[in-house]
């Protein structure tokens, strides 16, 4: 079985919240779905980046 990593997971939320967002009229709902996300594709990529081994701590 294969470990499904944080980033993938929060990138398949997002792509989740993404179409549910997309079935809805204009409005304060679909616009709270859009914002999550962001957010959570933000914080996929964040991620990635703080746990890549091109990012080393400062001298």
Excluded: C, F, V, Y
């Amino acid at each position: 079985m294969r470990k499904t990593t944080i980033e993938k997971k929060w990138h398949q939320l997002s792509e989740a919240t993404r179409g549910e967002a997309e079935k809805l009229p204009p409005g304060k709902e679909r616009e709270a779905l859009e914002r999550k996300a962001r957010q959570l594709e933000t914080a996929s990529q964040i991620n990635q980046w703080l746990s890549s081994a091109e990012l080393k701590p400062p001298d």
